[in-house]
């Protein structure tokens, strides 16, 4: 696919750093540290095993401690010339634990989906939603792929 919009219209990275640290003021919570999840929007791609148009998003997990990285993935198509704000053609939404050396991909469509009709006039691109909880402390962002269109459809 070909690439453009590094960070998108909406000025969304590609990429996000969550991070999350336990407190250690005496209160009766789980022990202090902290936990740091680098999240990353791959550009949607055709994938002949889906088949179709889909998109991942990756995390890795570093620290000391364990929590959970809620995931609202979104994949988009739109043609060429029209204006948003446009319509996701497929979501996944998901909750993984998380913890020291955690890795994954979320899918979008999930993983035992097909992927979205490919066109290639079309123009793609993933975006999610982030949150990173452990205890009683959070943190949020956002990831968005660039906006890519397909080089082939099968």
């Known amino acids: ?33 902290s936990l740091v999840c680098n999240v990353t929007a791959n550009n949607p791609h055709y994938s002949a095993g889906a088949p179709g148009v889909i998109a991942k998003i990756r995390y890795t997990c570093t620290g000391n401690i364990s929590g959970t990285l809620g995931v609202n ?37 999930a993983d035992s989906l097909p992927g979205i009709v490919c066109k290639l006039s079309d123009r793609y691109y993933a975006a999610a939603f982030l949150t990173l909880n452990a205890g009683p402390s959070s943190s949020t962002g956002s990831v968005r792929s660039n906006t890519v269109s397909p080089q082939k459809c099968s």
């Open 73 to 109: 993935a979104n994949l988009y198509r739109f043609a060429p010339g029209t204006t948003g704000p446009y319509v996701p053609r497929a979501s996944n939404n998901q909750s993984r634990p998380v913890g020291p050396l955690a890795a994954g991909a979320v899918y979008v469509p």
């Open 1 to 33: 696919m070909n690439e453009s919009d590094a960070a998108g219209a909406d000025g969304i990275a590609p990429d996000a750093t969550l991070t999350v640290e336990m407190p250690t003021d005496g209160l009766a919570l789980p022990a202090a540290g």
